[in-house]
């Protein structure tokens, strides 16, 4: 977060700095590092709910120099038609994000929770249910026994009383399910 980030962006930063110590203290526990792989996350078909975590995404493209932004939504737009139009709409096709730039996210510091979340063994605590588990990327060599677990509950529930907040506060109606592409061809 910088100084001049928006009043309305802060929970969020402060919320994300919580997950990204959370997630490296597991990763250094468990001795993962994300270095790449053929199955890159940044190829997977990852959906966003947050009017929250949009808004800030496409705060952070503002910034990008006007030549970027035309390249990401060419890239974006080439991803959704590549995605939604195929036989089986909504299936990974397994294509770079948009605003992945040779193998570096050029809005890292923008990207959103399950950006921030995957590749650790995780779970998810529902009261009344048992924890869903998650087992982590391909990439990490993690024993199913004896690891440790990203307890992504509390940043859930976290994030849910901001996005009400949000919807709120900036009358943003309805729920949203889009990729980045999806985001970055919204605005």
């Known amino acids: 977060m910088t100084q001049n980030t928006p009043d309305i962006f802060r929970p969020l930063c402060d919320l994300y700095d919580r997950m990204d110590q959370s997630w490296n ?5 468990v001795d993962f ?3 790449g792989c053929k199955d890159n996350c940044c190829k997977s078909l990852f959906f966003h709910h947050t009017h929250i975590e949009k808004n800030y995404f496409l705060y952070g493209f503002s910034f990008l120099a006007p030549d970027k932004k035309i390249q990401f ?9 590549k995605t939604f139009s195929h036989q089986k709409a909504g299936e990974s096709q397994k294509i770079m994000c948009p605003v992945n730039e040779n193998g ?6 923008y990207r959103p ?29 993690f024993d199913e026994k004896n690891h440790f677990f990203l307890d992504r509950t509390p940043f859930y529930q976290q994030m849910a009383r901001m996005e009400i907040t949000f919807r709120s506060n900036m009358n943003s109606p ?3 399910k889009e990729t980045i592409a999806q985001i ?3 605005q």
């Open 33 to 35: 590092q994300c270095s």
């Open 104 to 109: 570096y996210c050029l809005l890292y510091q």
């Open 73 to 81: 939504h060419k890239k974006a737009k080439q991803y959704v038609e």
């Open 174 to 176: 309805g729920k949203i």
């Open 25 to 29: 203290k597991i990763a250094k526990e």
């Open 184 to 186: 970055l061809l919204s």
């Open 113 to 141: 929770m399950i950006c921030r979340l995957h590749g650790l063994p995780h779970e998810i605590c529902r009261p009344g249910f048992d924890p869903i588990k998650g087992p982590g990327c391909d990439a990490g060599q």
